[in-house]
Structures are given as C-alpha cells and as structure tokens.
C-alpha cells in the first residue's frame, strides 16, 4: 500500500508576514511523519503582498500549490477553493495567523488514524482572543449543537483533519455562502475532537470584526438550518393559543356585565388571532422558499484569478 499523503489547505488573507514561518513550521512538523504532503495556500482578495510571498514559497518548493482569487470571498470560500485542489488521503485545515501551531498537525493525523473518524478538530483548552469573541463562539457552539443534535461536548474549530471521502461529498455541495463545519455535519457524525494549544496572534490584529461574525453567524444559521423558521412556527402557534385564551376570558367578562367599552374585545381578538396566523403562516411560506433558495441559487463559491498548481 503507498503511503499517505497529507494535504494542508490554508486560506490567506493580510498574512504576508506569517507565511514563511508557517511554511517552515509545517514543513518541520511533518518531517517524522509517514507520508510525503502537500501545501494548498489560497489567497483570498487581502490586497496585501501575500501573493508575492506565496509564489517566492512555491519557487523554493514545489510541494506549495498557489491560488489567487479574484476578490474577498471568505474563509470559508477559499478553503472550499483549496479542497478542489487536494490530492491528499487526509485534508488538514489551520489559519494562516499562526494561533494554532503547526506543530499539533502531527497529533490530529495519529488521532484520526487511531480512532477511524471522519474528521478531528484541535480545540484550544483556552481561547486566546476577546471576551466578546470567546462569548460568540460559545453561543455558536451551543447552537450548532442544537441544529444537528451534536454532543455539546463536541466542538467546531477552523484547525481539523478530514478524510478524503468527506472532501469529495463536501466538493459536491456548491451552496454560495458554504459554512465547512456545518456542511461536514450534514455528510458524517463520526467525528471527534482533542485538545491543543492555542497562541496570541504575533503579527497583527484579527480580520473578523464583528459584522463579519454576525454575517457569518447568520449565513450558518439560514444556509444550513430550519431552526429560526421553526422558532417563528411556534411563535405564532403561541401567539394563537394566547388569543383564544384571552377570548375565553373576555367572553367571560363580558357576560359577566364587566366590559362596557363597545367594541374593545373584539379588536383585541382579532389583532392578537390574525398576528398569531401571519406568524404562523411565513414560517410554512418561509420552509418552502429556503428549499427554493437552495435549489435555485447557483452564485458562484469563488473564482480564480491566477493559479501555480
């Protein structure tokens, strides 16, 4: 049997200082393991000197594949880009930003050949970014695993393993606004996590800001779940047994000789019943238009601008 090979997808963005050093880093931490490997860096519109950086790498070493796209697509965008472009048995994901180590790449390839999952992802014992941004990715968490009824103990990180097979199904799904974790959970639940070290970033500043989190948030949320239209379902059934609880009890007053003011039961009645039925009625509308969405849209994921490969 050949040996394995390890593709490490990385998506770019303002990185033009940290690049070098997480080639040299990666290359160093895959030395003693088995199986040659190969690095996909996709530069995803930063406007910096990064593509610059990145052809000077693959000069130096083949093994570096290269993609400039034509504007800002995000992350998640470009990884999507760079699994189109791996060959590798197993896909390996990390941030250019050098917060995770490269040097735990070695430990997600023993995990996920020891235990047979599907993907492993390297979660930091502690987060080293804001409160804010530690608060917000614990509430995506907690969500995630509401919509796909995950062990909450599990959770998502931008550092992970994958097996080829699950890139191929994944490479599949040509949704515009792709959320890699999630569209993961919809292919495998065989997956699992181990601990590793997360580091201050030592160059720069973070690029998520938070409009970036909420429109990724929400692209999560809509994209890849029914739960917000579910919620809206249920509010209007609330908001109908509420109207018909209170008629009970203002039809009752009302016998009882205690409302006088013509006409005052019956707008109330109607407003809350006719709230609770609009309510009720998007939520129906609402699940079939996100299938049409779904079906219909076919804006495109990324788009090249230059490539080496």
Known sequence: ???????????????????????????????????????????????????????????QDKRVKIVRLTRNFGQHNALMCGFSFASGEYVVTIDDDLQNPPEEIPRLIEEIRRTGLDMVCGTPATRKQSRVRNAGSFAYRRLVSMMFKQDPVFQMSNFRIIRRAVIENLLHMRTPNPAVGLLILQITDKIGNITVEHLPRPHGRTTYTAGK????????????????????????????????????????????????????????????????????????????LLRIIQEVNQAPQYLIREKDV
């Open 213 to 288: 989190l909420a429109r990724h948030f929400l692209h999560g949320v809509l994209y890849h779940s029914t739960l917000p239209l579910k919620g809206v379902f249920f509010m209007g059934l609330l908001s109908m047994f509420i109207a018909f609880a209170l008629g009970g009890y203002y039809l009752t007053l009302f016998f009882l000789g205690r409302i006088t003011v013509p006409g005052w039961m019956t707008l109330v009645l109607l407003l809350l019943f006719f709230s609770g039925a609009v309510m009720f009625s998007l939520g129906i509308i609402g699940e079939y």
């Open 1 to 59: 049997m050949s040996e394995a090979l390890y593709s490490i997808v990385v998506p770019v963005y303002k990185s033009e200082r940290s690049l070098r050093e997480l080639y040299e880093r990666i290359d160093k931490a895959l030395e003693g393991v088995r199986g040659d490997y190969e690095l996909i860096l996709v530069e995803d519109g930063g406007g910096d000197s990064s593509w610059e950086v990145m052809q000077s790498l693959r000069e």
